[in-house]
Structures are given as C-alpha cells and as structure tokens.
C-alpha cells in the first residue's frame, strides 16, 4: 500500500503521525511510504532520518495526498486539506467529529474512508489510541503545576517536594483514571503529600495498593472537595463522564476558600472542564488569574512535548497501521473488532452513531 504522511498545519502542533521505526516497519513489508519534506522536525527527526528508514520525501502536502491510498496523521484535517483528500482514501488520525460539523460535511463530501483514532475501542470500552495522550497530560499537569506555583509566575511560591526542614507541598488529584494515575505518580516522586479522589471504588482500591504511603485516596464529594482545597496548593482535575461534559467539582464560590496562590491545572478543559472557572487557553498563554488562584486550563497539554507524545502516540497506532497497510480496511475492520469502532465514515455514509447524534441527523448520505 502507498501510505502518506503531511506535515501537520494546524496552528502550533508539532507531533508527527509516524516515525522513522514506522516507516522501516512498513517498508520491510514491502509498502511504500511518502512523507512531505521537514514533517517530522517539529518532533525531532529530520528528512535524512525518514529516508534512511526506505521513506519517499514529497516535497508539498498536495504530493503526498495525491500518492497515498491511505494518510496516517494526528490533528483533523483542517480547511485546506479539504480538497486534497480522495474518494476512497483511507484517512487515519484524530477527527472529534461530533464537535465539528465543517469537518463532517467535508469528510463526507470526500467520500473517503475516515478511522478516528479516538473511537477505536477495545471490547472492555478501553480506548487505546486516547491513553497515551492522558498519560503524557496526566504526568504534564504536575510539571505545569509546580512551575506555577512559582511565585514570579504568581504561584504560592512553594517547591512541591519541600527540603530538609520544611514540609512538602500538597497535591490534590480529582480522578483516579488515566490522567490521575499519572499525576499522582509525579507528584508522589517529587515528593508531595498527594490525595487522590474519585466515585469508583476500584480505581481507589488500585491507588492504594500500587501508591507509596505519601498518596492516600478518599471518596470523591463536594464534603471532602471543600475539605481538601483548602490546604492543597496544587489542584489537578482529572475526571472524565464516558460522552459527557465534565462534572463541575470545582464552584467560583470555592476559590476563595483556596490559599492565594494555589495552581489548578484543569486536564479535564477538553470536556468542559472540572472547575467552573475553567476557560481553555493555549501553549502562548497558558495560565490566568481568578480570584488569586493560578488556572492552568491547555486543551492540548501532550502538543507542548511533541518528541514524547509523537512517539507515545505511534507506538500504539502502529500495528493498526501495519494491519491496515496489509489487509486493506475492509479485511482489517473485520478481523479486528477494536479497530472496526474506529470506522467512523466511509463513501459519505457515517458509520458511527453519535456523530449523527450530535447534529440531530437521521439520515446521513451524500
Ligand atoms: N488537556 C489535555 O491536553 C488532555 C489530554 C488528555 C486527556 N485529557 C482529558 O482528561 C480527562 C481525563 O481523562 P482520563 O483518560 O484520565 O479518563 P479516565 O476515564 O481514565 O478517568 C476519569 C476518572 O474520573 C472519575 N470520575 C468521574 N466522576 C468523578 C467525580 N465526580 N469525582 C472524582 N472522579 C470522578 C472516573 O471514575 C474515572 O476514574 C478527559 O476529559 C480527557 O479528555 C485532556
């Protein structure tokens, strides 16, 4: 199979949709891959090294578009890939249709075969291609985090791990999923006094067996909420309703119980966000100030460290890739229960119901 990958064009992303150990993997099976010149700079890989894994290097995105029988990639297609895009083109990456309807019209438009990376789904309602994602941001919204607590930054001004003599910083994790996990971990290994909340007992019971003492778990409540906030100077909201706005947890009337300076890092803002006071920023300009407390709400956290998130991310899209590649999608779809909750058009038709949902379509064909 001839398989593409563009330089992503969306404002500030810099992740790749594949690596050099990709491309050698497909190319030992004897397809073809173009990439488009400098794609993988912004995550640390330059043409030489593509080319030197048995890539082609195109040197504009209408090139590679026009090569491939299918595109591997990480952002949507944005306007001006539109009309590049073919009848019958495999197109592999994130879509988050249900949020743009631009991009489904077009899609549909395109007659092209689209597998969203976010909706392939494992028979116990794992997402495979979405973890990676939170485990960079998890493990991210303590890194972010105890640099706001900076005081030139307009934090407490205190070193999460404290030193000899001086007590640690307290953490307050919301959600013991993927993201908490990851940010409870961190700040454990700064050395933090970390709580961890959630509703489900299982995640709490697995907290407490696999964290060090220095992370205790508690049931999640506005009681123990207002309890906690009051002490913690960092904050990170980590929860996640499966095809629901995030809970509010966090009212505007309880900031002004926090310390002044306390952080809270809303991982959670691509859902709307935990807190109330929860507006989504970028990398340029991360952080704002609400009544003395630091929110630090980046809807895309994994996109400011694109070496470690490119690479996270491929390790997993790969063997879908390579089954894909060798298979075809129909085959593949079929072999392959995960990958075929992926399939969310094809030829015009949407295939995955929640899209039509969310316009309040019926029917969906071109
Ligand atoms: N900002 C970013 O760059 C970025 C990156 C990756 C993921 N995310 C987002 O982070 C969020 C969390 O993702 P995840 O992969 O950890 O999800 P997850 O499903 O693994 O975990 C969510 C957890 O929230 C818990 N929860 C639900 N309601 C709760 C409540 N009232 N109190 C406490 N806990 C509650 C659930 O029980 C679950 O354990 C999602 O919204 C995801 O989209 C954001």
Not at 96 to 122: D, P, R, W
Not at 256 to 270: L, N, R, S
């Amino acid at each position: 199979m001839k398989i593409g990958i563009p330089k992503e064009i969306k404002n500030n992303e810099s992740r790749v949709g594949m690596t050099p150990a990709g491309v050698l993997e497909l190319s030992k099976l004897g397809h073809k891959v173009f990439i488009q010149s400098t794609a993988g700079e912004g995550s640390g890989w330059d043409d030489e090294d593509y080319h030197a894994a048995g890539a082609t290097i195109l040197p504009t995105i209408d090139r590679v578009y026009d090569k491939s029988d299918m595109i591997v990639k990480v952002k949507e297609p944005i306007e001006q890939e539109y009309d590049l895009i073919k009848e019958d083109q495999i197109i592999f990456t994130y879509f988050h249709f249900a949020s743009n309807k631009q991009l489904t019209e077009a899609m549909m438009k395109s007659k092209s075969v689209c597998i969203a990376y976010e909706t392939v789904e494992g028979e116990d309602g794992s997402l495979p291609l979405l973890t990676p994602m939170s485990e960079v941001a998890g493990r991210m919204a303590v890194q972010q985090g105890a640099k706001y607590l900076e005081k030139p930054v307009k934090g407490r001004g205190i070193l999460l791990g404290g030193v000899p003599g001086v007590p640690p910083g307290k953490v307050l994790v919301l959600g013991a999923g993927t993201v908490g996990i990851q940010a409870a971990k961190m700040a454990a290994g700064l050395g933090a006094q970390v709580t961890v909340l959630d509703i489900d007992m299982k995640k709490l019971r697995y907290v407490n067996d696999v964290m060090p003492p220095h992370v205790v778990t508690e049931f999640s409540n506005e009681y123990n909420i207002r309890k906690h906030i009051k002490t913690s100077d960092l904050i990170i909201g980590g929860v996640l309703i499966t095809g629901a706005k995030a809970p509010r947890l966090i009212t505007r009337d309880m900031l002004k119980e926090m310390q002044p300076g306390t952080v809270i890092v809303d991982v959670a803002v691509d859902q709307g966000g935990c807190f109330e006071t929860t507006r989504p920023t970028t990398h340029e300009d991360p952080a704002y100030i609400i009544d003395d407390v630091v929110h630090y709400c980046v809807a895309n956290m994994p996109g400011a460290v694109p070496y470690t998130s490119t690479v996270a991310l491929t390790n997993v899209t790969l063997p879908y890739v390579l089954k894909l590649a060798n298979m075809g999608w129909e085959d593949a779809c079929a072999d392959d229960k995960t990958l075929a909750k992926g399939l969310n058009m094809v030829g015009g038709k949407i295939l995955f119901s929640p899209i039509l949902e969310a316009f309040g379509w019926k029917e969906a064909m071109i």
